[in-house]
């Protein structure tokens, strides 16, 4: 009678999930302290990924993974974190795929204008056979991809006039990434494009150091550039990710166990990091109206004139030994539609 009732009671508390810790206990995991570095604030939709990923990890190891974030590039910018990883220096790292470039050439792709025209066509290339292609090349070069997340479309902001047509750049000091291609784009604009780590921008903008930047609103809102810029366009230029990073050596240091946890933790935190991320766009141009920005949205007709202007960008980067990564890109994007 006993061994009777016990066996429902067993298949119970299975079901449940009470006796999931002993499952966790058996699998080959270590207390290990995980440092996460990203670039923008706490608050912000980085910030809020990261504890997702945080918390899954720590639900899923039975509580030995502790994932420790670190906001505001207090682990270095972008580059330097990206290096910290191939050194093993630094475990975990969101950063955009525009610096990536420095590490695999071939992510400089992502960076070319007009590309995607929504954010379910880039989920479905991404996540698709060439973006995760792009990923396998990482390794190689001493990181580890696990998941695209969204930074967003990009959009300008500057101190001295709104952008309707391409001509208004024109003697706009704009501050981009360190990315040749976002250089040439906008200089072919008539803009004077500055490099300069995200880490620098603020100050930057603050002391008229340069006019303006191009980031998607959700970041002008968490890193409230509205206090120092006047002027929000609406061009869409570029459909900018992210990308959740390992180190390549510590990465191979973890059992497989570990690395399935941290693998399917990605996964979750990208499908709330996406939907959190368009969610919060579409508050954030409300909000930045209430702070005293002026938005204007670029016409159809002027977004087409930048595109025809932008096209040398798409040469040139495949004369570069970019053809064969753009033609896949654009196979996936006619699969896409």
Do not use: C
């Not at 366009?233 to 390992?246: A, G, L, M, Q």
């Amino acid at each position: 009678m006993t061994t009777l009732l016990f066996k429902p009671v067993l298949a119970g508390l299975l079901a449940a999930g009470f006796l999931a810790a002993p499952l966790v206990q058996a699998a080959d995991i270590k207390p290990r302290l995980i440092r996460f570095g990203y670039g923008l604030a706490e608050d912000s939709n980085q910030g809020r990924a990261v504890k997702v990923f945080a918390d899954e990890v720590t639900k899923r190891s039975g509580g030995k993974l502790k994932v420790k974030g670190f906001a505001s590039a207090t682990l270095g910018n972008d580059v330097q974190m990206q290096n910290a990883l191939i050194g093993g220096a630094q475990e975990m790292m969101v950063g955009s795929t525009a610096t990536l470039v420095g590490v695999e050439k071939d992510f400089g792709v992502y960076d070319l204008p007009f590309l995607f025209s929504n954010e379910q066509e880039a989920d479905k290339v991404l996540d698709g056979a060439f973006g995760q292609s792009l990923l396998t090349r990482l390794p190689a070069k001493g990181m580890v991809g696990l998941a695209y997340w969204e930074n967003g479309f990009r959009n300008v902001t500057n101190t001295k006039r709104p952008i309707t047509r391409f001509e208004d750049f024109q003697g706009i000091k704009l501050r981009v990434m360190q990315n040749p291609v976002y250089i040439e784009m906008f200089n072919s604009f008539g803009a004077n494009a500055v490099p300069l780590a995200f880490a620098e921008l603020f100050t930057a903008l603050e002391t008229r150091a340069v006019d303006g930047q191009e980031n998607p609103v959700n970041t002008i809102q968490s890193s409230k550039f509205y206090e120092v810029q006047k002027y929000l366009s609406i061009t869409k230029h570029v459909y900018s990710p992210w990308v959740v990073t390992v180190s390549k050596k510590w990465w191979d240091g973890l059992s497989r166990d570990e690395q399935k946890i941290l693998q399917d933790a990605a996964v979750v935190s990208r499908a709330f990091e996406r939907k959190d991320t368009r969610a919060e766009a579409m508050r954030s141009v409300s909000f930045l109206t209430q702070q005293g920005m002026q938005i204007n949205k670029v016409s159809d007709a002027e977004l087409k004139r930048m595109r025809d202007k932008a096209k040398p960008a798409f040469d040139r980067f495949a004369a570069n030994g970019g053809g064969e990564v753009l033609k896949a890109l654009q196979g996936a994007l006619a699969q896409a539609r």
